[in-house]
């Protein structure tokens, strides 16, 4: 029993949302709302030394359940970026923009002039008493580097609200202090901010520790072309997983949803993968040591074959044994690796020479459907059927063997089959591995799909007949992409293939209904 929030009086009922605050009756309930609203979320932030703040899940969380959706405390252009439009953060053309009356940054036009983004270094250059003179436009632009930085340091003047909330993020300014990118960062912004701007309003502590706020709480946010960096207030809490439960979306104005793909129980950690999850481990923790400053030791990390999927395992150096390569321990990916079969070991150096040569061609090739078969062929040698650069060149494959209807239709069947053979694998994959990576996961549904009703449509061709068992599959599939891309806007690509998929569905559904 708790008390009631509005009238103390003992009560078994909670909010059914929250699940933390507790009610007597639906009347209390209601008018509690107002207050209510703000914190009632299905999850409670801990905190215990280990991991600091985190996200607790206080209920079972519904498959598709929109957990978190929020506007961000503050947004700017990258660390390295070229020049952008200082109020909605697209790219300029150098022909083809004006510059801020007073302060000199370039805009898109005057409705960006009055954008409350542009306000805070609108304002410091103004103090500075000479406008800003952007004249090259090719490339990162040394005087972008320090512009989010900036908007850190004067939110609590341009957005007093959201200063509050700011002040309370995570820094690591201890642990950053002293390292490469900690002296890099204090060359391009923390000794470059008081110089360019000719203020004393900064101390260098106060300058890196809203660098140091960007870059452990920053999300890229790919409504601006470029994207754009934001940080987010109850977002940041979240806690990193390679294999994480919340999916990430953006709506067109830049607010960030995090969602459950999958069902959540009640008392997990909430997670998100604050590296690449389509990255092999070696890579995801050297990304997260030079950027966030900690070892990952979530089960994928811990588990050297990656929930079994072996995807960046080689295969073993004696081309007459089955055997795959692996790190002989799984929190050393830089030291010697063994076949599991043979036991035979070899240096990184020859794992490196492998990986280096798959990753530069890949890079090099010419994306062409063709020659993505002849890497297929090359580099099946030395890796196996899932490892990473393998699945890579498999997801392009999959995208470049026919590109629209049009040319499925006149596809070879043995094609045909192998566009078929690689979605299969890659969605079974990627689910077991980055089952939040669901844009991904959404548009190789959608080829899927494709390619299923394409093949059932050959098949009642040749045989008067609409096999349903294959059309299920398709409808399936269609499903599963919307499901996968049901928050994507339609500002990018995966909105208008979720368009599309709803209309087949619908579609499919019909022609099941009455085969």
């Given at each position: ?22 009610y ?26 280990l991991?600091?703040?985190?996200l ?12 978190i959706?929020e ?52 304002q ?43 002040k ?90 995090l ?67 692996l ?132 098949i ?16 399936l ?39």
């Open positions: 029993m708790n008390p009631c929030q509005v009238c103390e009086t003992a009560t078994k009922n909670k909010c059914s949302n929250c699940n933390q605050v507790s007597c009756s639906v009347q209390h309930q209601k008018q509690d709302w107002k207050a209510h609203k703000g914190q009632c979320y299905p999850f409670k932030i801990a905190q215990n030394e991991l600091g703040r985190h607790v899940a206080t209920r079972n969380i519904k498959p598709y359940e929109i957990v959706k506007a961000p405390l503050m947004r700017g252009p990258a660390q390295i970026s070229a020049p952008v439009c200082m109020g909605c953060l697209n790219c300029i053309e150098p022909n083809d923009h004006i510059t801020c009356d007073k302060c000199g940054w370039p805009l898109c036009g005057p409705e960006c002039q009055a954008l409350d983004e542009h306000r805070a270094e609108c410091l250059t103004q103090e500075r008493g000479q406008k800003v003179n952007v004249q090259e436009f090719n490339g990162p632009h040394p005087l972008y580097t320090c512009v989010s930085a900036v908007r850190c340091l004067l939110i609590g003047e341009t957005n007093p609200a959201n200063a509050a909330k700011f309370q993020l995570e820094t690591l300014e201890q642990t950053r202090r002293g390292s490469n990118q900690w002296k890099a960062d204090l060359a391009s912004i923390g000794q470059f901010i008081p110089k360019f701007f000719r203020t004393q309003k900064f101390s260098e502590e106060e300058i890196m520790r809203a660098v140091g706020a960007l870059q452990i709480n920053g999300h890229e946010v790919p409504t601006s072309d470029p994207p754009h960096v934001a940080v987010f207030y109850t977002a940041s809490f979240t806690e990193n997983s390679c294999v994480p439960n919340l999916a990430k979306s953006f709506n067109k104005h830049g607010h960030c949803m969602w459950a793909p999958r069902e959540i129980k009640k008392n997990s950690h909430l997670s998100i993968c604050y590296s690449d999850a389509v990255w092999g481990t070696a890579d995801r923790q050297r990304h997260l040591m030079q950027t966030k400053l900690f070892k990952c030791s979530c089960e994928r990390c811990l588990d050297v074959t990656e929930l079994g999927t072996n995807y960046s395992a080689l295969k073993c150096e004696d081309r007459k044994c089955p055997g795959l390569l790190p002989i321990k799984a929190d050393d990916w830089n030291g010697s690796w063994r076949c599991r079969e043979c036991q035979k070991q070899v240096q990184r150096k020859y794992v490196d020479g492998i990986l280096e040569r798959a990753s530069q061609d890949i890079q090099s090739m010419e994306k062409t459907a063709e020659n993505g078969f002849k890497y297929l062929k090359h580099y099946e040698k030395w890796l196996p059927t899932q490892h990473y650069h393998l699945s890579e060149v498999k997801i392009l494959q999959v995208q470049l063997i026919a590109k629209d209807q049009q040319e499925l239709m006149i596809l070879s069947d043995e094609h045909l089959q192998l566009k078929l053979k690689y979605a299969k694998e890659l969605i079974e994959l990627y689910e077991t591995i980055a089952p939040c990576e669901v844009r991904m996961l959404g548009t190789l549904c959608f080829e899927l799909h494709s390619a299923i009703s394409e093949n059932t449509r050959r009642a061709l040749q045989s008067n007949l609409s096999p349903r068992e294959m059309l299920e599959e398709s409808l599939y269609v499903e599963k992409c919307v499901n996968y891309l049901q928050y994507e806007s339609d500002i990018f690509v995966e909105g208008h293939i979720l368009k599309q998929a709803k209309i087949n569905r619908d579609a499919l559904r019909m022609v099941i209904r009455i085969s």
